[in-house]
């Protein structure tokens, strides 16, 4: 595979200074993410502390019902003994979500591998699952080419509840005709039968959108020794008890700090990531699946739509004895996850990598250090067939972002365009309006007939037929110049969807059609490096 890096585009400004010019945000972080902070962090930290046998037994009965490899289970022993975690995680996306779900579980155990040979410790990849994300709105779409056009497919939800994504069940004729559809959109290759067997078994004995995300995933990296955890599983959520009893105690600390350090965030021209409040509780209250997120009222934890009010003494003693009716919020993630896990560094995407900027007092607050926040790869991927029409138009990647390539399909379809049809239309439609305004005026001056408006009626209907006539003659160019037009729209299609990323909107289902299964542990066997760049891998 050939691989080139690019300048990442479609940079936020944060984003680009945290690529590009880390020290400037020194002081809303803890580590920067290069190899000293690594050296650092694992010098520097008690990972000690950590519940790790219950931990892994967590995580082991967590993972049973998908299946554990002989590596998983080498790292869940080392993760027992003293081994220590690069740490991802990702909304339950169906399919496995766009690519950079799959872009981020690569980047985890590939930053994993370095890690363990260039410090000489056992680091373990650990993917950590945001079953407990309630905007079901947000994962139960895949993006597909159908009609030669990307289209957005959505599983049609039989409930407008907005339960977590682990508690949300798939209704079975529903998602088996949904399966269906998707492979009936994609071409037939010498892989389809075997993909559409292999995600139809794995979705027979997962049927919610939490546990088939789980299952495809193990699927996908058991080799390697991926540790998967969904952040709703209750036995986890007992394991956490302890610290959430911590984050009651210190709520109202912890939204002040959060408040005041998203405030500075925002003065440095970095907007409001997390847009928190002061009154924020940074904890759902969990019921039958659906999530209340709580704020601090007069002493009280409240949420007022749903008519909740709990005391300090209740939420405490619910995080005593029932700690799964609580969730953690986009604040309290990310300190759960280091009190739970023994961190060297978390994978980040941009907007992860923004809000954890306003963490950085949370953390201490609770006697702890971030850990170092390391970009996720980010990657496209070019067939053959786009390569060769890279190739044949004379684009480079770079021109394909910036527009360039549009911009080459109208100049194209200009240059095939006759100009003498447009201006001869312009003539007649001219011609016969002044006809018409000739024809008004002796209706009116000389035979005192006031007919203006059946004479302007009957000129809007001839206009009508040229605009008409002008759109047929449009139509059919556009047809016949039809096959050449659609490889300025394939590569813009493939590299440039919806104006972003392919990573941000592409499925795996369409490349694993097309490559095989063989194309994950290809992608694996690249050799990346983290910094910053945008990877174009060539397949």
């Known amino acids: 595979m050939r691989v080139e890096q690019y300048t990442q585009p479609f940079a936020s400004s944060f984003y680009k200074k945290y690529l590009e010019d880390m020290p400037s945000l020194s002081s809303f972080y803890h580590y920067e993410w290069n190899q000293n902070a690594l050296n650092n962090r694992l010098q520097e930290t008690d990972f000690s502390k950590h519940k790790r046998n219950e931990l892994v037994e967590v995580i082991t009965n967590y993972m049973r019902p998908f299946g554990i490899s002989e590596k998983s289970k080498l790292h869940l022993d080392e993760l027992k003994?003293?081994?220590?975690?690069?740490?991802?995680?990702?909304?339950?996306?169906?399919?496995?979500?766009?690519?950079?779900?799959?872009?981020?579980?690569?980047s985890v155990i590939v930053l994993a591998k370095q890690q363990r040979e260039i410090l000489g410790v056992p680091v373990i990849p650990v993917f950590w699952i945001a079953g407990e994300d309630h905007d079901i709105d947000e994962v139960n779409h895949v993006y597909i080419e159908r009609g030669r056009k990307l289209q957005k497919m959505t599983y049609p939800e039989?409930?407008?509840?907005?339960?977590?994504?682990?508690?949300?069940?798939?209704?079975?004729?529903?998602?088996?005709?949904?399966?269906?559809?998707?492979?009936?959109?994609?071409?037939?290759?010498?892989?389809?039968?075997?993909?559409?067997?292999?995600?139809?078994?794995?979705?027979?004995?997962?049927?919610?959108?939490?546990?088939?995300?789980a299952a495809l995933m193990n699927n996908f990296f058991q080799q390697e020794g991926l540790l998967l955890i969904d952040a709703a599983y209750e036995p986890l959520r007992k394991l956490e008890s302890e610290y959430f009893q911590k984050i009651v105690k210190y709520s109202s600390r912890l939204a002040e700090v959060v408040f005041e350090n998203e405030a500075v965030f925002e003065k440095a021209g970095y907007g409001t990531p997390i847009q928190t409040k002061e009154n924020a509780a940074h904890l759902f209250y969990v019921e039958d699946g659906e999530?209340?997120?709580?704020?601090?009222?007069?002493?009280?934890?409240?949420?007022?739509?749903?008519?909740?009010?709990?005391?300090?003494?209740?939420?405490?003693?619910?995080?005593?004895?029932?700690?799964?009716?609580?969730?953690?919020?986009?604040?309290?993630?990310?300190?759960?996850?280091?009190?739970?896990?023994?961190?060297?560094?978390?994978?980040?995407?941009?907007?992860?990598?923004?809000?954890?900027?306003?963490?950085?007092?949370?953390?201490?607050?609770?006697?702890?250090?971030?850990?170092?926040?390391?970009?996720?790869?980010?990657?496209?991927?070019?067939n053959s067939k786009?390569?060769?029409?890279?190739?044949?138009?004379?684009?480079?990647?770079?021109?394909?972002?910036?527009?360039?390539?549009?911009?080459?399909?109208?100049?194209?379809?200009?240059?095939?365009?006759?100009?003498?049809?447009?201006?001869?239309?312009t003539s007649i439609e001219d011609d016969i309006t002044a006809k018409y305004k000739e024809l008004e005026t002796i209706l009116l001056e000389e035979a005192n007939l006031k007919l203006a408006p059946l004479?302007?009626?009957n000129l809007d209907y001839h206009k009508k037929q040229i605009t008409f006539l002008n759109n047929a003659i449009e139509?059919?160019?556009?047809?016949?110049?039809?096959?050449?037009?659609?490889?300025?729209?394939?590569?813009?299609?493939?590299?440039?969807?919806?104006?972003?990323?392919?990573?941000r909107t592409f499925s795996p289902l369409q490349l694993l059609n097309e490559v095989g299964m063989e194309l994950i542990q290809d992608l694996l066997e690249v050799p990346y490096e983290f910094n910053g760049k945008h990877q174009i891998v060539y397949i």
């Open 158 to 213: 039989s409930s407008r509840i907005k339960k977590m994504a682990s508690k949300s069940p798939f209704e079975k004729k529903m998602i088996t005709a949904y399966l269906e559809e998707l492979f009936k959109s994609l071409p037939e290759t010498l892989h389809t039968k075997n993909l559409f067997q292999k995600i139809n078994a794995l979705l027979e004995d997962n049927m919610n959108y939490s546990d088939f995300f």
């Open 81 to 106: 003994d003293n081994g220590i975690v690069v740490i991802g995680g990702q909304q339950a996306g169906l399919m496995s979500g766009p690519m950079y779900s799959i872009h981020k579980a690569i």
């Open 386 to 425: 786009t390569q060769n029409l890279l190739e044949k138009l004379s684009f480079r990647i770079p021109e394909i972002w910036e527009g360039m390539v549009e911009k080459a399909k109208l100049r194209f379809i200009d240059e095939h365009r006759n100009e003498k049809i447009p201006t001869l239309l």
């Open 475 to 503: 139509d059919t160019l556009l047809g016949k110049l039809d096959a050449s037009i659609y490889r300025y729209d394939r590569i813009t299609m493939e590299l440039n969807p919806n104006g972003g990323l392919q990573e």
């Open 291 to 382: 999530r209340f997120l709580l704020e601090r009222k007069d002493k009280k934890f409240v949420n007022e739509g749903k008519g909740i009010a709990f005391s300090e003494e209740e939420l405490m003693n619910i995080a005593i004895n029932e700690p799964e009716k609580l969730s953690n919020n986009v604040v309290t993630r990310p300190l759960m996850q280091e009190m739970v896990f023994p961190v060297l560094s978390f994978i980040g995407g941009p907007g992860e990598i923004a809000y954890w900027g306003t963490l950085k007092s949370a953390f201490e607050l609770f006697e702890m250090r971030m850990p170092v926040i390391m970009p996720r790869l980010s990657i496209s991927i070019v």
């Open 455 to 457: 004479v302007n009626k």
